[in-house]
Each structure stands twice: as structure tokens, then as C-alpha cells.
């Protein structure tokens, strides 16, 4: 890019730095010109290329799984179609063996969080300067592709399953019987103000630890490939040692993109399975 970073540290910062819009420090809104620009924008700026990202992909998991449903055969399946049921035959039997209620919403939820999250870590796969290079001729300052590595996507994800918990705690158990699981347990009724606050640290530090989970992760990942990167500009020799590890991470990489897709889907099904459950 024309103006590109100069210095190792400033390509790593570039790369980290997502497309902000919000409001500059001088009252009007736009799109953050640097690094300063979009740290100082403050809690309302918005990481567009999160949201485009992250929608885009959302959009084409539900075109890709739609038109395999309308295209299906009764006969011998399409290499698609066969795809698309193995991936719906591997969440069934997912949700069938860590949800024990009884629920129309939990299967279509766990397909949905696993390729959605899926789709946004493969992402990361994806050469860290092609598409940012793209955007730089294009005038665009910052873009970061992956949105998994946005603690604001991961974090509205796990929120929303934090939201999905309280429904189903609250339509299995009642308001009395939820709050009385948080009021008496595990110690005794007149020990309610620890209970409350055990409970109340177990409840919140599921999203959490759910949305960190994912975002910890996939930043190392990225992290990692960005560091690979610069080996690019150290010559011939330094140059091909990196493509070999750029190679073998990205192998590596595959198996965790799929595997912590799969730990947010399951732990969503878990917690929603202690959700539908009585304690006593």
C-alpha cells in the first residue's frame, strides 16, 4: 500500500487495526484515518469490517445450506447435498447426546453457531496481506478479515447464548425456581447472600469465557501468521523458511478453526441443557 506501515511493530499494529467508523475527536463522523483515530473513537464506533465480514459469511452459510435443500434428491446425492447432510447428521447426533429436553430451537442453534463460527475462523486462512492490500488500493485504510478475532463479534455471539440460557431457565423452571436455584444453592437457605454471589459468578462467567475463548484463539492464530509474514522481508533464505512454516501452520491451523467451532457449539448446547435441568 502507498502509505503502508514502515516498521515491523507498525505492520503488526496495521494488520491488528480493524475498519472503524465512529466519531473523531473533533465532533463529526467517519471512517478512522489511524491507529489513534480508531482507538480514541470510543465504545459507539463500530468495526465495519467485522459486520461485513461476519454478515457476509452468515449470508452465504444460508444460501450455500439453502440451496442444497432445494436442490436435494431422493436418488444418489450431489458431492454438496452429501456434505450438507453428513454436517447436519453430525449436529443431531451432537445435540441428541448433550441436550436431553425437549426443544424445536437447539439443533438449527448448534448448526447455525457451528459453520457460522466455522466460516469466520477459515477466514484466517487466508493470505493476511491479499485482501487488505486490495482494500489499501482502494483507498480503504485498515481491514481485518476475520471477525472471530473481534472480541465484539465473539462476545455478541456468546451474549446472545447468555440470553437463549435465561429464556430456557426461565420457561423450564419459572422465575420462582430460577432465582430460588441461584437464592439456595449449594449451601443452605440462610447462607443465600454467598449463594447469590457463586451463582451469580457461575452465570456470568459463561459468555465470557465462551466469547474469550473463541477470540484468544483466533488471535493467536492470526497473530502468528502476521509474525510469519514478516519473515518475508528478510531476504531469499529467511523468506522460503517462512512459507514452509506458513505452510505447516496453516495445516495445523485447520484442525483449530473446526475444533473451536465445535467447543462453542457444544458448550451452547451444554449450557443450555443445565438451563432446562432441576437441581436439588
Known amino acids: 500500500m502507498a502509505a503502508g506501515p514502515a ?10 487495526t480493524n475498519l472503524t467508523f465512529g466519531q473523531h475527536a473533533d465532533g463529526h463522523w467517519g471512517f478512522a484515518h489511524s491507529m489513534g483515530e480508531a482507538a480514541e473513537m470510543g465504545f459507539w464506533a463500530i468495526n465495519v469490517d467485522s459486520m461485513l465480514f461476519s ?5 452465504l452459510f444460508m444460501w450455500g445450506f439453502r440451496k442444497a435443500a432445494s436442490t436435494a434428491t431422493a436418488g444418489v446425492p450431489g458431492g454438496w447435498q452429501n456434505f450438507v447432510e453428513w454436517v447436519i447428521e453430525f449436529i ?3 445435540v441428541r447426546g448433550s441436550f436431553s429436553g425437549q426443544s424445536r430451537l437447539v439443533a438449527p442453534l448448534a448448526l447455525t453457531i457451528f459453520v457460522w463460527v466455522f466460516l469466520m475462523n477459515f477466514m484466517d486462512l487466508i493470505a493476511v496481506d491479499l485482501l487488505p492490500t486490495l482494500a489499501g488500493l482502494a483507498g480503504v485504510h485498515f481491514l481485518k478479515i476475520v471477525p472471530s478475532t473481534d472480541p465484539n463479534i465473539t462476545f455478541g455471539l456468546s451474549l446472545t447464548v447468555f440470553l437463549l440460557v435465561l429464556f430456557y431457565s426461565i420457561k423450564f423452571k419459572g422465575v420462582g425456581g430460577f432465582l430460588g436455584e441461584l437464592a439456595f444453592q449449594p449451601f443452605p437457605k440462610w447462607l443465600a447472600p454467598i449463594n447469590l454471589i457463586l451463582e451469580g459468578v457461575n452465570l456470568i462467567s459463561k459468555p465470557v469465557s465462551l466469547s474469550l475463548r473463541l477470540f ?20 531469499m533464505v529467511l523468506g522460503t523458511f517462512g512459507g514452509l512454516l506458513q505452510l505447516g501452520w496453516a495445516i495445523f491451523h ?11 457449539m ?5 449450557y443450555l441443557d443445565m438451563a432446562c435441568q432441576e437441581h436439588h
Open 266 to 270: 457444544t458448550l451452547t448446547i451444554v
Open 92 to 94: 443431531d447426533e451432537s
Open 254 to 264: 485447520i484442525l483449530i478453526i473446526t475444533l473451536q467451532a465445535f467447543i462453542f
Open 7 to 16: 516498521t515491523s511493530s507498525e505492520y503488526i499494529k496495521h494488520h491488528l
Open 216 to 235: 484468544g484463539n483466533m488471535y493467536a492464530g492470526e497473530m502468528i501468521f502476521i509474525l510469519i509474514a514478516l519473515m518475508y522481508s528478510g531476504g
Open 55 to 59: 454478515i457476509g459469511l452468515g449470508a
